[in-house]
């Protein structure tokens, strides 16, 4: 029976000291989570403020300008590249046609 209210005992402090590491865990996960979201709330005032002066603007323009001049830069250089395969092609069903013309018009021997 002694061994048993032992168990029991320990039982009930391991369970006193896992509810008190669950309600650390708690706060310590309230605490943060407050942080984060209090940087969050700031950091979407300064840029809301920002965005109001028009501050920051500028640079947002001019990464997007370049971004779109280097997608413009790139879709060129693939059309070229087409323009050129399709010319190659062209030209090889140009001679190959020729060549069939001349076959059947002008019969060797």
């Known amino acids: 029976m002694e061994r048993v209210v032992s168990i029991g005992g320990r039982l ?10 669950a309600r650390r865990i708690r706060e310590e996960a309230r605490g ?9 709330r700031r950091e979407a005032e300064e ?5 109001k002066r028009g ?16 997608e413009a830069e ?6 070229r590249r087409r323009v050129r395969e399709v010319e190659r ?6 001679e190959e046609a020729v060549s069939l ?7 060797l021997g």
């Open 74 to 79: 790139r879709r060129i250089r693939e059309y």
């Open 12 to 21: 009930q402090r391991l369970l006193e000291e896992a509810e008190e590491e």
């Open 101 to 107: 013309v001349l076959k059947e018009v002008l019969p």
């Open 55 to 70: 501050v920051g603007v500028d640079d947002i323009l001019r990464r997007e300008e370049e971004a779109a001049k280097k």
């Open 32 to 40: 943060r989570a407050e942080t984060l979201l209090e940087e969050a």
């Open 47 to 51: 840029r809301l403020e920002r965005a």
């Open 89 to 94: 092609r062209a030209k090889k069903n140009f």
